[in-house]
């Protein structure tokens, strides 16, 4: 299990992280590596003694990078073939999006903005154009979503929190729209799955209340109040990733590789790896 220890957070309340496991930093260390060499989508890495080396780790802990980095679809591992640089989340081909950082705070708040712009305008758009059946998908998804966070079930949210946000795209009757809320979506995942490692960032009950005002702001044909209550909900979203980021700069710095790392997020083996997104918990 990760060691945990509590931490002042900027408001002076006591917060609790956790050490960050070696395979994390070294899956940091390697982003930055493909961002400084301007490497693109099908470029070749070296292996993965070649990348111990190069990251000063060492090759079990770079293995279990390279799984976590496959994982959440920014490194291709081909048997026999080597280690890639995946195509970009959503076929996203412009550069400083295949070189986004995931545990970046400059990056992820760029992310969360352009997020608030694109799915505030998505919401106010539902509100005056959504059919009585998308109204329905909203609501129902909204209302699961709910039901999971009271019930405390990470997975059952997920699923529902990524059909409600999917409807109220959908409802907006723009392809460019829905595909850039999933886009962007895709690429806070890879976020949560760094920065949370599965846990919930924030309450899940709060996330669920947010989509039922959204959903109801939505049915009422009210764009103005939808659009707000989509912003303050992202609001809501960057706080916990701003705060969980905070607290990383409290933990040790430069943790010894030769201490006990926890056990990685469960991912396939890195020559088979797992296409689907990893599952996450931020809404």
Do not use: C, W
Not at 88 to 102: N, R
Not at 128 to 145: F, H, K, L, W, Y
């Amino acid at each position: 299990m990760p060691e945990e220890r509590r931490t002042p957070s900027e408001d002076g309340e006591a917060t609790e992280s956790r050490y960050r496991p070696g395979y994390e930093l070294v899956a940091e260390q390697l982003l930055g590596y493909i961002a400084e060499q301007g490497l693109r989508p099908g470029d070749r890495l070296p292996t993965e003694a070649g990348l111990a080396d190069l990251l000063g780790a060492s090759r079990n802990v770079t293995r279990e990078a390279v799984k976590v980095l496959a994982a959440i679809g920014r490194l291709s591992v081909r048997r026999g073939a080597g280690i890639f640089v995946a195509q970009s989340p959503g076929g996203l081909a412009d550069d400083q999006l295949a070189h986004f950082q995931p545990t970046s705070m400059e990056h992820v708040l760029m992310l969360l903005d352009y997020r608030s712009v694109i799915e505030s305008e998505t919401a106010r758009r539902a509100a005056t154009q959504a059919t009585p059946i998308e109204v329905r998908a909203i609501r129902e998804s909204a209302s699961g979503s709910l039901d999971a966070g009271r019930a405390d079930d990470i997975d059952s949210f997920a699923k529902a929190d990524a059909d409600f946000h999917d409807a109220v795209g959908a409802a907006a009757h723009n392809v460019f729209l829905r595909s850039s809320v999933g886009n962007v979506r895709r690429l806070a995942a890879q976020s949560d799955v760094l920065l949370f490692h599965g846990d919930a960032p924030g309450s899940l009950e709060v996330a669920g209340r947010q989509h039922v005002a959204i959903a109801e702001a939505i049915a009422g044909g009210e764009p103005e109040r939808a659009a707000q209550l989509m912003t303050e909900h992202i609001a809501t979203t960057q706080h916990q990733f701003e705060r969980r980021i905070r607290d990383r700069l409290f933990n040790v710095a430069g943790r010894s590789e030769t201490a006990p790392q926890p056990a990685p997020a469960p991912v396939r083996d890195a020559g088979a790896v797992n296409t689907s997104p990893p599952r996450t918990s931020a809404s």
